[in-house]
């Protein structure tokens, strides 16, 4: 305990000598946690429509000024032909055009019925699944809305009716800043934990410090813990920031307990930085080992279900993303953070990080050689 103590001293101010590292590994974070839930919002908002009137009836009027007025569309043109409704869909002026056919009232009215064309710019994929959801939505409303102004109902129906009533749990208003704000964390503390301590056993080959340590008696579990448990603390000191930031800039309280959370970020750091040391070990300068951390966490993040849904994923995917470690600490980010969900809830995503930390700091320590 005596060399681990001289050991942690030693990395901790070698550490907090640099001023720049350090103002870098709180400052960083705190910004893009406050930032980037801004920005990766897959709410589709301010859709751009074309609309070719061929009608102008007062049916077709309501039901652009119905469009326009939900909020998602914003009317992009009012053209005369589908010729130059397209025209604004090729120079990426409009994402949609709807073409009001001539006789729409008249028909809607004397033959209950009426076709409406949509087309929609598939280019961006999720923005024209959307879009086009949000406008058919709006148009079925609209006709219930002129069903019922046209055909009065019996006072007493005959007819049994199901009527279906929605509740939102967890998540009551929808807001999708409640939902990636503990992906966002996540990943910010696998970040700042993976990379600090996959550069840390190269700086000191570079530098030429290692050689230094190698003639010393120090056992080489003792090294690996002097170097893991000085980022562990400043991993644990960033999440806590990140969880102040999200109460107080996003109004997310967790619904479970702090202690679960805190038990699994524990376990879950030394999974983290136990990978990023095994990488050290392999590395012999600064810009390998950040190649390599680079790879894996672009791996890490894309698989992690941060912005896709692992469900969503092909059945190969799915089996990659039983041995990412970023893919249980999401989930039990939301289910805690979100559902309220206990120790015995998470305890099967607990046991697997705890076994892959097991695994990369056991394989650390055994690859590193005190020859190198």
């Known amino acids: 305990m005596r060399t681990l103590r001289f050991l942690l001293r030693k990395e901790f101010r070698q550490i907090f000598r640099d001023k720049a590292i350090v103002s870098l590994i709180f400052f960083m974070p705190m910004v893009q946690l406050i930032l980037m839930?801004?920005?990766a919002d897959y709410e589709v908002r301010n859709i751009n429509l074309a609309v070719v009137d061929h009608d102008k009836s007062s049916y077709s009027q309501k039901l652009i000024s119905k469009v326009v007025?939900?909020?998602?569309?914003?009317?992009?043109?009012y053209n005369q032909s589908f010729k130059e409704a397209f025209g604004l869909i090729e120079s990426d002026e409009a994402d949609l055009i709807l073409e009001i056919p001539q006789d729409?009232?008249?028909?809607?009215?004397?033959?209950?019925?009426?076709k409406l064309f949509v087309a929609v710019n598939a280019i961006n994929g999720t923005k024209a699944n959307l879009g086009g959801a949000y406008l058919g939505s709006i148009i079925a409303d609209f006709n219930a809305g002129i069903r019922m102004q046209l055909v009065r109902p019996p006072k007493f129906s005959?007819?049994?009716?199901?009527e279906v009533v929605a509740s939102n749990w967890f998540n009551p208003?929808?807001?999708?800043k409640v939902f990636i704000v503990p992906g966002i964390l996540a990943i910010l503390v696998t970040m700042v934990g993976g990379f600090l301590s996959a550069l840390n056993i190269v700086r000191e080959k570079e530098i030429g410090t290692i050689e230094q340590i190698n003639v010393t008696p120090i056992k080489k579990h003792i090294f690996i813990?002097?170097?893991?448990?000085?980022?562990?603390?400043?991993?644990?000191?960033?999440?806590?920031?990140?969880l102040i930031l999200a109460r107080f800039v996003y109004g997310i309280v967790p619904v479970g307990s702090l202690l679960v959370l805190y038990l699994f970020i524990a376990i879950y750091l030394l999974t983290v930085l136990g990978f990023g040391l095994l990488v050290s070990t392999f590395c012999d300068t600064q810009q390998q080992?950040?190649?390599?951390?680079?790879?894996?966490?672009?791996?890490?993040?894309?698989?992690?279900?941060l912005f896709t849904s692992i469900d969503s994923m092909p059945d190969w995917a799915k089996v990659i993303t039983r041995f990412n470690p970023v893919r249980y600490m999401i989930e039990v980010m939301r289910m805690v953070i979100l559902k309220g969900s206990g120790l015995m809830d998470v305890l099967p995503h607990l046991g697997i990080v705890s076994l892959m930390a097991v695994v990369l700091n056991g394989w650390a320590i055994l690859n590193?050689?005190?020859?190198?």
């Open 69 to 77: 007025a939900s909020g998602y569309f914003r009317l992009a043109g």
């Open 368 to 372: 590193y050689k005190k020859t190198n």
């Open 158 to 162: 005959t007819f049994p009716v199901i």
């Open 37 to 39: 839930p801004l920005a």
């Open 225 to 242: 813990l002097g170097k893991l448990i000085p980022f562990w603390v400043l991993a644990n000191i960033v999440f806590t920031i990140g």
């Open 289 to 305: 080992a950040m190649f390599i951390m680079f790879f894996f966490m672009m791996l890490f993040i894309l698989l992690g279900g």
């Open 104 to 114: 729409f009232e008249r028909n809607l009215i004397r033959e209950d019925k009426q």
């Open 173 to 176: 208003v929808l807001n999708y």
